[in-house]
């Protein structure tokens, strides 16, 4: 990332400063700011923010905002261009003011001009694979099925790095802070047979299956049928292994 001049970052806080105050309205959102990568605050005159959005160099708000993505802003996260202190969930009703002015494709223009006038930085990508490149009709099956691959096929073990044991990956329910990983998700995939009343002898497809926890945990628990369908070989692979090991063959199986 090169080195501003002084003008140049005295520039770019002004403008930032500017966009905030269009985008965020100061009066608008209590208990919430903006620090800059300089200590300037945002808005200037409230009361210590209990949660506060961090941005870490002169071309954070682009990187932040340029693509007009969720993908590009949680890339900017991840990457270290901004960061948060304090109660991240705090931060959602921004995303909503945020939408609000930029919805029609003239704001949304003025706001991307205005973005450009930032420095181009953004703190460096370390991913050598770089976004997916996908060919076909949106949606198609041959398209999806690519991405599922690009994101999927990058192996087991890669995954089994920090998912739980039953390699669940869209969520787990904590009854409390000391609880582990694997007991959360377990009683997420319990959550799901109950709120399905499961009994046993039906038959449940499970579309998207992933490594099959959820299909193990309904065929062990609540003595149901289960087809698990994913794109994913590895994902089918490993969820056969597991089955078979647990001896539901006859109850489960992943496709």
């Known amino acids: 990332?090169?080195?501003?001049?002084?003008?140049?970052?005295?520039?770019?806080?002004?403008?930032?400063?500017?966009?905030?105050?269009?985008?965020?309205?100061?009066?608008?959102?209590?208990g919430i700011g903006f620090r800059l990568w300089d200590g300037t605050r945002y808005p200037s005159e409230s009361p210590s923010p209990t949660t506060t959005i961090?941005?870490?160099?002169?071309?954070?708000?682009?990187?932040?905002?340029?693509?007009?993505?969720?993908?590009?802003?949680?890339?900017?996260?991840?990457?270290?261009?901004?960061?948060?202190?304090?109660?991240?969930?705090?931060?959602?009703?921004?995303?909503?003011?945020l939408a609000e002015r930029t919805n029609g494709w003239q704001k949304k223009l003025d706001i991307a001009r205005?973005?450009?006038?930032?420095?181009?930085?953004?703190?460096?990508?370390?991913?050598?694979?770089?976004?997916?490149?996908?060919?076909?009709?949106?949606?198609?099956?041959?398209?999806?099925?690519?991405?599922v691959r690009y994101h999927y096929d990058v192996s087991n073990d890669f995954y089994s790095l920090f998912l739980g044991k039953r390699m669940v990956y869209s969520c787990a329910y904590f009854e409390s802070p000391d609880e582990d990983l694997d007991?959360?998700?377990?009683?997420?995939?319990?959550?799901?047979?109950?709120?399905?009343?499961?009994k046993p002898g039906q038959k449940l497809l499970?579309?998207?299956?992933?490594?099959?926890?959820?299909?193990?945990?309904?065929?062990?628990?609540y003595g149901v049928d289960v087809t698990g369908i994913t794109l994913s070989e590895p994902q089918a692979s490993l969820a056969q292994q597991r089955i078979a090991e647990a001896g539901l063959q006859a109850h489960a199986r992943v496709r």
């Open 54 to 97: 961090v941005l870490n160099h002169p071309g954070a708000l682009r990187a932040m905002l340029l693509p007009g993505t969720e993908v590009g802003l949680v890339e900017a996260y991840l990457y270290n261009d901004f960061d948060i202190e304090g109660n991240i969930e705090a931060v959602f009703p921004l995303g909503e003011a």
């Open 206 to 221: 499970d579309l998207g299956c992933g490594w099959g926890g959820l299909v193990i945990y309904a065929a062990e628990r």
């Open 1 to 30: 990332m090169g080195a501003l001049t002084v003008r140049e970052e005295v520039h770019a806080r002004e403008l930032t400063l500017s966009l905030l105050e269009r985008l965020f309205p100061s009066n608008q959102f209590k």
């Open 114 to 147: 205005e973005l450009m006038r930032l420095p181009n930085q953004q703190n460096p990508r370390i991913s050598k694979r770089g976004a997916a490149r996908l060919s076909g009709k949106p949606h198609s099956l041959e398209r999806d099925r690519q991405a």
């Open 183 to 198: 007991t959360a998700q377990e009683r997420k995939l319990d959550y799901i047979c109950r709120k399905l009343r499961l």
